[in-house]
């Protein structure tokens, strides 16, 4: 029986720093020896994933269901697929050994633990709240419960080690 991946999301407004906490919290923890997946969400579908007039793309282009671009050290798959969220990429798409997976984005999403990055330059209150999952926020300023320190990512990485990767050990 394979082991249920912990799955956590950080949310916050456009350009809020999202990207760059999850990119420093994965170097953390891949450092630390766990396997980490990442699910970024692109609404708009304005990331460029593949150059038009590549092999890879016009095959997509053409109409393929799926095209895998194998490239050493990486495989990239294009699928179609209009009608999913997080739980169906997870489970579609994703290995089975990860420790944890970490989705940027899809704030509607009702299946995980949120937690939001809210910096002071934004002027704003949050933007989810506890009823739709917010479990922290990320921040250089605002008052919460739970809070982390959006410049010690490795405050984070500790919480996530601790209660999402290694929770089953803390019982």
Do not use: C, W
């Amino acid at each position: 029986m394979d082991k249920k991946i912990p799955v956590i999301s950080i949310v916050g407004i456009h350009n809020s720093g999202k990207t760059t906490f999850i990119e420093s919290v994965i170097g953390i923890l891949s450092e630390r020896g766990y396997r980490v997946g990442a699910v970024k969400h692109d609404p708009k579908g304005k990331a460029k994933t593949d150059t038009p007039g590549k092999d890879s793309y016009r095959m997509f282009h053409a109409g393929a269901e799926q095209v895998i671009l194998a490239s050493p050290g990486r495989i990239t798959s294009y699928i179609r697929d209009d009608d999913y969220d997080p739980s169906d990429i997870i489970e579609k798409y994703m290995i089975r050994d990860l420790d944890i997976v970490i989705i940027e984005g899809f704030k509607g999403y009702k299946n995980t633990d949120k937690f939001e990055v809210i910096r002071k330059e934004e002027n704003r209150e949050l933007v989810i709240s506890e009823k739709d999952g917010l479990k922290g926020v990320i921040t250089d300023y605002y008052r919460y419960p739970l809070r982390f320190d959006i410049n010690r990512p490795e405050e984070f990485a500790d919480y996530v080690e601790k209660h999402y990767i290694n929770a089953e050990k803390h019982l």
